[in-house]
């Protein structure tokens, strides 16, 4: 019987360039210089390697601790073929630590990393595995915030529109800003608004009245906080699309906001829902639904390469988000900021495969938990 024999955590802190003004997403953040990746290695006893990525930004310290401490003892030793079955074994006891936060993007790391496995010993790309059959994909270009500077998003708007992207998001917080980038590009573009949760039900109602008739895509995330559906749906009923999911993590909770009408496009993000199982079991909800699935993939590692195969899993392959930034190396061969068009690799499993020699001078910590 084969099983998993270490858990390797790697760390990585990519520095990245923006195209405009450099602002921190939050207060106590001068500037947003690096994006960090945790990735997680599950080595088994026949010498095979699978990749998940745990959701990233500032929080990866905490869910390395919790992988290395609270979630390898659960997994070390165990076979990893029976992934349901497995990932019973960590999910159950670890409920009471949260169903959302680090305990989660744990799980959603070690989930990828077993379908990394199992399509690799099933001699399959991912996606092919999943059902899919069509490895071309379209991204989505998701320009970073350039702190309302109506001229650097006109600029990066035209920018993405120049090499190929149609779909462009803005994650700015001003109708100038938003104006213009509509501005910037042809009316049969789409431009969507990500907004990070700023404002009250009565601020975001205005807002939704005040644009909708801008011909914008989808309105992201528009409300304080992100689990008040309610005010969700009161904002969608002033007429403007309303887009979330990134900060929903258990079938329930999707179902959740479905149910209260809070939204016209979901988006997932396989790195904080429960990794592959958990994304098929939202896919499936939200298939008996009138929304569209669009991931939330605001992250370059191993759950890049997970969100592309699932967008190819779908029978209308979805759009991969895309941060709009140039890296100071380039990770792997799928992540590409400069081309809206690009192709699964043929390759057993996941196809992670980055250029380890370029990343690096940029890993922050590296740590193996062994059987
Ligand atoms: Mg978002």
Same mark, same amino acid.
């Given at each position: 019987m084969t099983v998993i024999s270490s858990l390797e955590t790697i760390r990585v802190a990519l520095p990245f360039e923006t195209g405009g003004p450099r602002v921190g997403m939050r207060p106590d953040m001068d500037a947003w210089l690096t994006m960090e990746s945790l990735m997680v290695r599950l080595v088994t006893d026949d010498g095979r390697s699978g990749w998940g990525e745990a959701f990233g930004h500032a929080i990866t310290p905490a869910t390395d601790i919790a992988l290395r401490s609270t979630v390898a003892p659960l997994l070390l030793g165990q076979d990893p073929r029976s992934i349901s079955r497995l990932m019973a074994r960590i999910e159950r006891p670890l409920h009471g630590f949260g169903r959302a936060g680090p305990a989660i993007y744990a799980l959603s790391a070690i989930d990828i990393a077993l379908w990394d496995l199992a399509s690799q010993a099933a001699g399959q790309p991912l996606y092919r595995m999943l059902g899919g059959s069509d490895a071309e994909l379209r991204r989505y270009a998701s320009l970073m915030r350039y702190a309302g500077d109506v001229d650097a998003v006109a600029a990066n708007v035209t920018r993405a529109r120049e090499a190929g992207?149609?779909?462009?998001?803005?994650?700015?917080?001003?109708?100038?800003?938003?104006?213009?980038?509509?501005?910037?590009?042809?009316?049969?573009?789409m431009i969507c608004l990500d907004v990070n949760c700023p404002w009250s039900v009565a601020e975001a109602r205005a807002i939704a009245r005040e644009i909708r008739d801008d011909g914008f895509h989808w309105l992201e995330e528009p409300v304080w906080p992100p689990e008040n559906h309610a005010a969700a749906a009161a904002v969608r009923a002033e007429g403007v699309p309303i887009a979330m999911g990134e900060n929903i993590s258990t079938p329930l909770a999707f179902k959740a906001a479905l149910d209260a009408g809070a939204l016209d496009i979901l988006q997932p993000s396989v790195t904080k829902c429960g990794g592959i199982s958990g994304m098929q079991k939202v896919f499936a909800l939200a298939d008996t639904w009138p929304v569209r699935v669009v991931p939330h993939c605001f992250y370059w590692g *191993?759950?890049?390469? %997970?969100?592309?195969?699932?967008?190819? $899993? #779908?029978?209308?392959?979805?759009?991969?988000?895309?941060?709009?930034?140039?890296?100071?190396?380039?990770?792997?061969?799928?992540?590409?900021?400069?081309?809206?068009?690009?192709?699964?690799?043929?390759?057993?499993?996941?196809?992670?495969? *980055?250029?380890?020699? %370029?990343?690096?001078?940029?890993?922050? $910590? #590296?740590?193996?938990?062994?059987?």
């Open positions: 992207f149609t779909t462009i998001k803005l994650h700015e917080q001003t109708v100038p800003a938003f104006r213009a980038a509509r501005a910037a590009v042809n009316r049969e573009d *191993p759950g890049y390469h %997970a969100t592309a195969h699932l967008a190819a $899993s #779908r029978p209308e392959p979805t759009l991969v988000e895309t941060a709009f930034i140039t890296f100071a190396a380039r990770p792997h061969a799928l992540f590409d900021a400069g081309c809206d068009r690009f192709r699964l690799p043929d390759a057993p499993g996941l196809g992670f495969d *980055p250029d380890w020699d %370029a990343l690096e001078p940029y890993v922050i $910590s #590296r740590e193996t938990v062994s059987a």
